[in-house]
């Protein structure tokens, strides 16, 4: 048996007396793209921000490639080198150029000299569509451009998982589409990503899996089809009826 | 300039000619000619009067005609009675002006050390306010006590007694006076180090103020970005947040170095012959003060506009587009 790239199990995370994640498990295989749907308060966000660690785990168990990652012994930034994560707000560094943005990251983490870095970093930037924009500082780029940006920074750490946290919801309609694009392109590579977002259309098209998260809880997991068109649970049905009205008024 | 001005303007591009040459040409001029004067006053009286041996101070311009010219356009104002009035004001120009020559050489001195006081004070009172401000910040809960006390007092206390304090009532100015090299050939005596340090410890106070408040405007989410990509918090202090509140601190840091130029005379106070001190060192000879303080008011004027306009050079240097003010 293969070990699992991501396994979590048991998870429990609480701020204050409110919890927030009441005994959470997933696994995910190399390559597998996992989207989490829920409800806003379900805790998706905070799931994947216990991954990397940017919010910290009151128990349970997370293990990256058979490391533990929650133990006080872990190298926090030894681990965010191999954890990517994209930001719902983009959070680019407005100081920096696009391409200063890609390459900070590999040339400060990494150490890889300055020369390699930016060869390296407009290959990524290439990889989402941006290469012209190598030079443009974030406030001169559209939202769907600084997204892309973000992912190409994301990856230019060569990560085993790329996170993405709402990728798309801080974006105007029309530009939702050539993010979601490039991170069908991504999905199609074989790069292992675990994604929160209502982006229907993605999940449908590249999630190896869609896992149904609310009130902390894990309710329905399984491929896409299974879980879109025959929801076992009473609860994802309702989810999944109120997300399908709001598609289509949208 | 707002941008309802520039919309509303028929013709911006013909507007920024105009502005070019009325207004932003005579004080480059004016900034320019300030100083090639000052440094060809210290070239000459630091440098050349020493390799050619000749004297300090001699003025450049003779006093001689200004006077010759004031008493001719006096004699002219005379019979016309108040009618003269203009005349008399300028007979009344041209004497300010022999003054002035001989008293700009012994100024120039004085410029030279208030520029040296300034700039030394300004940039180790940087180094020191750049970690107090990340500690403000990011510091743990004693760290940041610690530096706020620091500020408080220093804010919560006038200059003047912190100069008196460390220059009286602590050993400094003997500790300083066995400095080998201090006070020999171009480093000053030990009243200046003892004015530098009480400046420096002074201004990093409040720059650390000013660059704390930038470094709390800098978003939250760049630092989360920057510990996502693995850095450290401190890399990311340093590499993402610091060099975004650098350039948001820029206009008042600018202020606080306006500030500090004019502060400086305070050093005079302990025997420093600074701008201040030398003018009123003279003064107190010749009992000439209107005309001294008249001068030294325009010599500050200039210091203090050469440093906006090139910390205005360093802003637009150093403007990023989304980061602080853009100007239009």
């Known amino acids: 048996m293969t070990q ?33 749907i829920g409800p806003s308060g379900s805790g998706k966000s905070t799931l994947l921000r216990c991954v990397n660690r940017l919010t910290e785990i009151n128990s349970g168990r997370i293990a990256l490639d058979g490391q533990d990652v929650t133990g006080t012994d872990t190298d926090v930034n030894e681990l965010r080198k191999q954890v990517g994560m994209v930001f719902q707000d983009f959070n ?75 990728p798309t919801s801080a974006l105007d309609p029309e530009l939702v589409g050539e993010v979601v694009e490039v991170m069908r392109d991504l999905a199609a590579e074989g790069i292992t990503m675990l994604v929160v977002s209502h982006e229907m259309d993605f999940a449908r098209s590249a999630a190896s899996d869609i896992v149904f998260l609310d009130d902390g809880e894990i309710v329905e997991h399984g491929p896409p089809e299974q879980l879109f068109q025959n929801p076992t649970a009473e609860r994802t049905e309702q989810f999944l009826s109120r997300l399908h009205a709001h598609e289509e008024t949208a | 300039m707002s941008t309802a001005e520039s919309t509303t303007s028929p013709n911006p591009g013909l507007r920024d000619r105009v502005g070019t040459v009325f207004t932003v040409r005579p004080l480059t001029v004016g900034l320019a000619l300030f100083w090639v004067w000052v440094l060809a006053r210290w070239t000459t009286d630091f440098v050349l ?49 022999a003054d002035a020559t001989a008293y700009l050489p012994a100024l120039a001195h004085g410029i030279w050390t208030t520029v040296l006081l300034t700039v030394f004070s300004v940039c180790l009172g940087f180094t020191l306010a750049l970690p107090l401000s990340v500690v403000r910040v990011y510091g743990g809960r004693w760290a ?15 200059l003047l007694a912190q100069l008196f304090v460390l220059y ?161």
Do not use: C
């Not at chain 1, 974030?138 to 920074?153: C, F, N, T």
């Open chain 1, 4 to 36: 699992p790239l991501l396994s979590i199990d048991d998870l429990h995370k609480s701020y204050g007396s409110e919890e927030v994640l009441e005994g959470v498990g997933l696994e995910m295989e190399q390559g597998d793209v996992t989207v989490l």
């Open chain 1, 92 to 166: 680019l560094f407005a100081h920096l150029t696009a391409l200063e943005n890609v390459t900070l990251g590999p040339k400060k983490v990494l150490g890889m000299d300055a020369a390699d870095a930016e060869e390296a970093g407009r290959t990524h930037l290439e990889q989402v569509g941006l290469l012209e924009q190598a030079d443009s500082y974030p406030a001169e780029l559209s939202g769907g451009q600084k997204q892309r940006v973000g992912i190409a920074r994301a990856l230019a750490m060569d990560p085993e998982l790329l996170l993405f946290d709402e």
């Open chain 2, 49 to 97: 009067a020493g390799v050619l041996g000749l004297d300090r101070g001699t003025p450049f311009v003779p006093a001689a005609p200004f006077l010759t010219t004031a008493d001719t356009v006096a004699s002219l104002a005379a019979p016309l009675g108040v009618a003269g009035a203009p005349l008399v004001w300028l007979a009344d120009t041209l004497r300010f002006a």
């Open chain 2, 144 to 158: 940041r006590w610690l530096a706020l006390s620091y500020t408080e007092l220093i804010r919560g206390t006038p």
């Open chain 2, 168 to 328: 009286f009532a602590t050993s400094l100015t003997q500790v300083l006076r066995g400095v080998p090299g201090v006070g020999v050939g171009f480093v000053p005596a030990q009243a200046f180090w003892v004015a530098v340090i009480s400046f420096t410890l002074n201004s990093a106070a409040y720059q650390s103020e000013y660059l704390r408040a930038s470094l709390e405007s800098v978003d939250g989410g760049q630092l989360t970005a920057a510990r996502a990509i693995g850095l450290s918090k401190l890399e990311g202090i340093r590499y993402v947040v610091v060099p975004q509140g650098l350039r948001l601190a820029l206009p008042s840091w600018t202020n606080e170095l306006v500030y500090l130029i004019k502060y400086s005379s305070l050093a005079s106070f302990i025997t420093v012959q600074e701008l201040y001190g030398r003018t009123s060192t003279i003064a107190n000879e010749t009992y000439q003060y209107t005309e001294l303080f008249v001068l030294v008011a325009i010599l500050y004027l200039a210091l203090v506009v050469s440093a906006s306009a090139l910390m205005d050079r360093v802003e637009s240097h150093t403007a990023t587009a989304g980061v602080g003010h853009t100007r239009q």
